[in-house]
Structures are given as structure tokens and as C-alpha cells.
T-cell receptor, first 113, second 113 residues
Framework: GDSVTQMEGPVTLSEEAFLTINCTYT??????LFWYVQYPGEGLQLLLKATKADDKGSNKGFEATYRKETTSFHLEKGSVQVSDSAVYFCALSDPNTGNQFYFGTGTSLTVIP | DADVTQTPRNRITKTGKRIMLECSQT?????MYWYRQDPGLGLRLIYYSFDVKDINKGEISDGYSVSRQAQAKFSLSLESAIPNQTALYFC????????????FGPGTRLTVL
């Protein structure tokens, strides 16, 4: 069945460091891929998405590229800020399973000044 | 006003009690979802509804029931709460395509003593 595997946390970085959070997926169809962010005490909100192979999603300095050959959608940011501290979830939506969403377990990021 | 609202935001109850969590949305979406979030487990799907007459079990539906009262309202019930149902519960909505984003409510923190 469909699944998403993402990098275990927690991750602690200094401000202005480079961020990578790995995400790989298994899907029966051609899924859309998403990164969601959850700030403390809040619900999840969409960070970026990519709907087909080789698409790059980007938002707020974050980027992720849909790599079909490696079934990956790694999240990157060149210079993190304290305000980026949050939990990040990778997810997929598969048309072969009625467009159900499958989420990874989440990666907690803390950025220290 | 928020697009997806959940009530209550926090609830403490005792084992054996019946609890209802409510979700309302103003986005006009047909699809609505209930998830629970537990530390280290990410989000797991409890129930989902593709329209008012279509309700489906998710990954972990045992011990839960739902009611779709209208396009905009989707309630989750715990008929007889137990301590391992202590979790953060999220409602979400979406349109129909696999490329469509899910929009989340702020969550309900439920504690079962």
C-alpha cells in the first residue's frame, strides 16, 4: 500500500544553517506530493506541493523537487530562521486510492539563534 | 474567520464517557476528514467523507463513529472513551482531485482519564 517515510527527528540547527529533511514514498499510482508545516499549538498548513514528476514546489524559501526515479521529495532551505521552528510533514495523495492522503510521521525542527 | 473550525479546542473526560467533536468548514468542499495525531506516529486517518451520503472508514476507525450532518459539518464521536484515545484530533477538508490541498482545523486536544 501507499506510504511515506521521512527523516526521523528532532533536528536542531543554528540560524542561517542549511536544512534538508528527507522524504521518500511508495505509491501505486502517480501521486501528488506535499509538505505541510505545523507551528506550535496550530493545525497543519500547506508549505508547498508538486503534482507531477520533476516539478519543483517552493514557498517561503523552502523547496522540494518531485523525483520519480528515486521516489523522493526532500525538503530544503538554504538559510533557516528561528521562525522556521516547527514540525514538518511529508504527504502524498494518490488518485489510485481515491485521493486519500498519506502522511509521514513528522520531523521536528528547532532553530537556535 | 477561520475556514475550518473545531469545537471544543480542549476537552478532559473520564473513561466510559461519550464525547463528540465537531467540525465546520466554510470552504465549500465536499470532502472532509478526521485524523488523530500521536507523538512519533504522525497523522492517522480515522474516517473520511466524500460527500454527505458517502462515509468511509480510515486506518483506525475502531472505537469511533462519525456523522456528516451537512456539506459543512462533520462530527466525530467516541461512544465510550478510553485512555488510549487521548490524542490531538484534526479535521480537514479538500476538493476532489489528488492535486488538491487539504485544509486543516486548529485541532482538539482530548484527554481521557
Amino acid at each position: 500500500g501507499d506510504s511515506v517515510t521521512q527523516m526521523e527527528g528532532p533536528v536542531t540547527l543554528s540560524e542561517e544553517a542549511f536544512l534538508t529533511i528527507n522524504c521518500t514514498y511508495t505509491a501505486t499510482g502517480y501521486p501528488s506530493l506535499f509538505w505541510y508545516v505545523q507551528y506550535p499549538g496550530e493545525g497543519l498548513q500547506l508549505l508547498l506541493k508538486a503534482t507531477k514528476a520533476d516539478d519543483k514546489g517552493s514557498n517561503k524559501g523552502f523547496e522540494a523537487t518531485y523525483r520519480k526515479e528515486t521516489t523522493s521529495f526532500h525538503l530544503e532551505k538554504g538559510s533557516v530562521q528561528v521562525s522556521d521552528s516547527a514540525v514538518y510533514f511529508c504527504a502524498l495523495s494518490d488518485p489510485n486510492t481515491g485521493n486519500q492522503f498519506y502522511f509521514g510521521t513528522g520531523t521536528s525542527l528547532t532553530v537556535i539563534p | 474567520d477561520a475556514d475550518v473550525t473545531q469545537t471544543p479546542r480542549n476537552r478532559i473526560t473520564k473513561t466510559g464517557k461519550r464525547i463528540m467533536l465537531e467540525c465546520s468548514q466554510t470552504k465549500g468542499h465536499d470532502r472532509m476528514y478526521w485524523y488523530r495525531q500521536d507523538p512519533g506516529l504522525g497523522l492517522r486517518l480515522i474516517y473520511y467523507s466524500f460527500d454527505v451520503k458517502d462515509i468511509n472508514k480510515g486506518e483506525i476507525s475502531d472505537g469511533y463513529s462519525v456523522s456528516r450532518q451537512a456539506q459543512a459539518k462533520f462530527s466525530l464521536s467516541l461512544e465510550s472513551a478510553i485512555p488510549n484515545q487521548t490524542a490531538l484530533y484534526f479535521c480537514a477538508t479538500s476538493r476532489q482531485l489528488s492535486t488538491d490541498t487539504q485544509y486543516f482545523g486548529p485541532g482538539t486536544r482530548l484527554t481521557v482519564l
